[in-house]
């Protein structure tokens, strides 16, 4: 096998200085060799590894070892030989992509491994961690929690604080609450203060903070019928007090906002997901969770000798009447299985009713004056989702068409991402539509509210439809031409716009042939203007038409008698979107008078929507026009017949 | 990345002889390394970084061409990698005992904020010197690495002390701030055995700020002045203390000028903010314009044309681009949202469907901050780098010849710090 030979820069590795060298590819190892002929270095091909250099460079260096030594080669032909014999140079990045794949398989293995970590290692780490927890501590805890509870949520009463209990007439409730949570403690053997309070909230729901503190909302208290409706739901709390739950969901919150913290890293701003992840996890405990404090509650009440199937009974009712707000107690949802599992385990009462009727009374009146407010929130009439949707959807479609439309026409960004938020803004606009029918039919079945928002959506979306349907219809009953001229035999050309088109345009060129024939079927009104004024006249009408249209005239030479054509080549903008649209015009002698013809065509896409037969229609009317106005004094007749069949058709826009 | 994929088809034919910085990068491809990257970082939960972090480094650094000749990265992702295990391993004992501490009543708690945040911010410089290291001797340039000396700690006090001195002025001491610790790290670096140095004048870069700072600090500071003394705040905290309705009555008449003085106070902090964002990009050609032209290595200086308006013209597609991405994640997301809607129903309240509802806003959530970074890096990043380096000659590159390897390749724990404390950089 010969050697093949060739020139490249050198870099020992141990001084910058450039080196221009020859390179010899023997069969096995590759050669280095200073102009003198000293050789430099010599690296086998399997040791060679190529390096990120621009395309016309190729720098190759020894793989594996600390070394810079590095050798530049700018040889196209000469590179492609060594890209032969060395495996390791990759040239076209196939190596680069299979290693990076191995690499992604492993990354999706270790990901895996993390959201094992994160959904099933955690929780159960926590849950073992906890009781080695001191109950100071978790006190500490608690009354953080307690501090951020009264930041989130505020009193459903302006005005008024929002725990109960501080007034007169509310002492007496208090204290009888207080009994049955003692009665309750005792019962269930509970070593460790359990306090209670009420907060001033409409929700039929309660919350056992870290530490020991129980709120029952005042919605609770107003749903219960008995005390032991009341008394189960508390003891449903003191159930996760004893089990230390919030401590348990604060560990796996840490726990979890340190992994996603640490492994999300800047690139994508971790800090928030965090957040996301804690609210996710603090917004529920968990199936298993909730049973079991179901089931020290049926416990407690069995001990205390009560009905524990109130509990169950508590709970169906409040679940009928889901409020809003977050919903601690019964934010699970199973209810159903709930209540069975419940009324598996009740035994029947044995004793007397945890509170007399007058204590009852007496706790039915804290937080008093607010059951007018509880009874109205549920009265509402429901609005129809879909309803709703379809006219956000179509508020949606209107601004991201809006939009798109501005970004177009400011040119700032490259044409297609814009086109395809228009596009998407139209599917959304069907979408509305679509979305509002849908909604029409509800409303008729159901008599539920909401015919403004779909009326509205309706609207909104036809609309934003209706004008890019007519020019579908167009472009479907128009055959596919962007560029008309009306001397398709001999079409004027785009000489100054050539250099303006962006790359990725349509061709400048006129096709002719075919193209000629389609436009002739679809366009008949599109002919050249032929007139008796001399070309000179004739040029300035049509200067001064285009320079009345805002055009923007990119180059403009006057005809010269004998010597050459008048022609004059403009871009024009469309209306809504404002493309970019070329035009030429070119005045011609023809006997006494002249000729014009005009070439308009679009610069992007497959259809014009006929905007540019029509443009030349409009053209030629104006600039003949202009041309009858300033020659009328002579009474003379200026347009004179064309040759073809079909005179101009008066344009549509 | 391979050459093909990076480069421009242009020809790195330019004479050796000339001092002019060429940049052969197109910016399609890089879009590609990046929408890929953010795929995978999605995928991975964001481990992929680090070799998403050596892509965009191998694709800067090699198609920028100094002098006639290609600068080269030659990190690797695993280094980063392990540099940020070893990070980990530092961080977490110091975040359990800064926990710990915390919720100790008493002095140590009370001081344990104060301490965390002081030994933060002192990691967090010692972590962007060493991170600097860490690229530098990953810079081969001809076949000699560049390389930094000195101590972290030594920088970290440094900055530390600056940085505290710019806050204390309101900013008015940043050129100096910025002149001296650029000059503490440039005097530690060295191109193979060639030393660098500062000599940018910090005057010169605070006379041309100066009018920025006015703009901008000026009226922020006038409004906390005029909050200052024309409101009286012990009036005003007990009228919010009060309980009950009527607030406005009992701010009004505690404080009678309550209203003028709030209208005044708003309106200098949204002047402020306004005035921040459009000046934004202005300040920032000027510091990096400044910063270039300040560069020295032995006898080779750098000289930096950098202007204005390409700067801003960076920014501006940024916030089109994000404005049309925003659009169409408000589109995908709603669809999301209409779908569990109809699928749940009125039975809404199902456990998976509130877990359903929280994986997607996690995913949403990291789609859109992915997407935002990527646009960002794209159009801002990309465009300062590329401007940057085009702006830039140097003079007296024969130099650059006759230059002797020296240095080591040093660790890359310095990047895992700086990413595990999100400080950031390139």
Redesign the interface.
Known sequence: MTMILGTGVF????????QEVAVELAPATLRIRSQSGDLLAEWSYAEIE??????????VGPHGV?S???LEI?DPAFAAALDELATTV????AM?RRG?SK??VL??A??AS??FLALVALPALATRLTPFIPFA?ER??GQAADAELRAAIGSDV??L?LDCGGGQAEREGQAALQSLVNRLAAAAGVTMPVKVGVLRRSEANAIALPGGQIYVFHGLIAAADTPDELAGAIAHEIGHVIQRDGMKAIMEA?GLS?L?G????????????VV??R??LE??YS?ETEAAADSYAVAVMNMAGRDADALGRILARVGDM?GSAPEILL????TEDRIAAIHALAAPPTTSPLLTSGEWAALKQICAGMLAMVSRRFSDEPTS?LAI?AR??AL?SL??AI?SIV?VRSG??EIV??LA?FA?ALI?ALAAILLAFAAFVAIWREGIDGFRHALAALAIGGALLAYPVYLGIAAYRLPAIVDVTTDPGDAPQFETIARLRPRGANPVTYAGGAVGELQRAAYPGVAPLIVTTSPQQTYEAALAVITKRRWFVVDARPPQAGRREGRIEAVARTFFMGFREDVAVRVRPDGDGARLDVRSASRYGPYDFGSNAARIEQLIVDIDELLGLQTSEKKMPVRRVPQRPGPAAPARR | MTGLEAAAPAAADSAPGSGAIRFFGRERPYWRLLIRGAFLLLLTLGIYRFWLTTDIRRFLWGNTEIAGNNLEYTGTGLELLVGFLFAVAILVPLYVLFFLAALDLGLLGELSGLLAFILLALLSQFAIYRARRYRLSRTVYRGVRFHQEGSAWRYAFYALFWWTVVLLTAGLAYPWAQAALERLKMRNTFFGNLAGRFEGSALSLFLRGVPMWLAVVGPFLAGIVAGFYTIDWPALAKAFEESGSGLGDRVESTNPEYAYAFIFITAAFIWAAVAAAVLYPVFQALVLRWWSSGLRFGSVTVTSHLRTGPVYRAYFRFLLYGILFTIVIAAIVWAAFALVDFLTGAAAEEENGELTVGILLVIGYMSIALGYSTIYQATVKFALWRLGMEAATLSGIDALDHVTAAGKPSSALGEGLVDALQVGGY
Do not use: C, N, Y
């Open positions: 870099f020992d590795g141990a001084t910058s200085e450039r190529q390096i990120v250099s621009p395309d016309a460079v190729l720098r600390d810079l030594a590095r700018r990759d040239r076209t990045g680069q990076r690499l992604a990354i999706v270790a990901t993390f959201a501590l500490k805890i302006p005005g604080p840490a340190f996603f640490i492994l999300l890293g800047d690139f994508v701003g971790g800090g928030a997901v996301a992840a609210s996710v917004s529920s199936r889901h934010e699970h949802p199973a989702l949707w956000r959807l949606f601004v991201a939009l970004i700032l960004l991402p814009a938020t998407a959304f």
